[in-house]
DNA sequence: ATCCTTGCAAAAAATTTGCAGTTAG
DNA sequence: CTAACTGCAAATTTTTTGCAAGGAT
């Protein structure tokens, strides 16, 4: 939960931009989690460790990696973006129903991040697959409206 | 463009949920505009025609037809989440810098569908990859690394 | 009638921003 | 030094909710 190495962080940083001890906590705290954190879970995580920096620098470094690729935002409709510092290829699943989130592993996403690069000439930066659905659980302990709802447009 | 063919609508329509006239008007306007619409651009457009439906209504139903698959929810971090009535298979490419957000084609991400319900048991409703990059555009106009300023990049 | 649904408006949540003081380079 | 950066707090933006009235079955 300290800092770690100060030159990996280094090497990261987004050139054209200011190495100051906030940034450098930000990125670390997120590289640290080794998760998916919302932002407010970050600044919370920040604060142990550093009471004084403010939501608003959090958000703007935020963003500011985010931008640069240094750091994913997965944004989810009902909740809060979650920020993944880890930007090799990895998916999720997300129950719509629990809200569960956990990692698949999917070799073709890597594919495709190809072919949406080579389709519209974009620099991509990263790309963010989530799979929207019901987990074993739940659909075991809901069914989901007592039945098959018209799920078939949903399906390929 | 008012009401699309009712039976149309019927069809996909979640069980156990009344279809109510505002419910109707709010997915038939979302499958109207084919793209990816904000909620806000959604209540926006309904208000034309139905200038009594609420905003609380709109996300309530927003939510509604996102849980039961019948829509699908892109969120973005910075800005409102979008909806698409379309739930078959279709990408997209979203610039961090301006915000652009077009469609591509991107056969791997079917396979990636499968393979993250394989793995995972979710019954899969629909998903969601959003590749994240700077447009051609962008990367003309400001050569992302060298020079730029970044944070009064424009936002959408 | 009964219960789902709506509209309204206030509230909560999430994120952004202006500004004056601070600091990295 | 000096432009970039920060903290603070207020402002926005986005989404959710409580409740009484309305409407379908």
Redesign the interface.
């Known amino acids: 939960m300290t800092n770690a190495d100060p030159t990996e962080i280094a090497k990261d940083f987004?050139?054209?931009?200011r190495m100051t001890p906030q940034r450098v906590a930000i990125l670390d705290e997120i590289r640290q989690a080794g998760g998916h954190l919302t932002a407010a879970e970050i600044i919370d995580r920040i604060h142990e460790q550093h009471p004084s920096i403010s939501v608003g620098t959090v958000y703007?470094t935020l963003?500011?990696f985010?931008?640069?690729?240094v750091i994913?935002?997965f944004?989810?409709?009902?909740q809060a973006?979650r920020f993944d510092g880890r930007t090799e290829r990895h998916?999720h699943?997300h129950?719509?129903?629990c809200g569960e989130l956990?990692d698949?592993?999917?070799?073709?996403?890597l594919?495709?991040?190809q072919?949406?690069?080579d389709?519209?000439?974009?620099?991509?930066?990263?790309?963010?697959?989530?799979?929207?659905?019901?987990?074993?659980k739940c659909?075991r302990s809901q069914g989901?409206?007592?039945?098959e709802?018209?799920?078939s447009?949903?399906?390929?």
Not at 75 to 78: L, R, S
Not at 144 to 147: A, K, M
Not at 153 to 156: G, V
């Open positions: 987004p050139e054209g931009f703007r963003n500011m985010a931008e640069r690729g994913l935002e944004p989810f409709g009902n973006s998916d699943v129950c719509t129903i956990r698949v592993e999917v070799p073709s996403a594919l495709a991040h072919v949406a690069e389709q519209s000439g974009y620099e991509i930066q990263g790309h963010q697959t989530i799979f929207s659905g019901i987990c074993p659909r989901v409206s007592g039945d709802k018209g799920a447009a949903t399906r390929d």
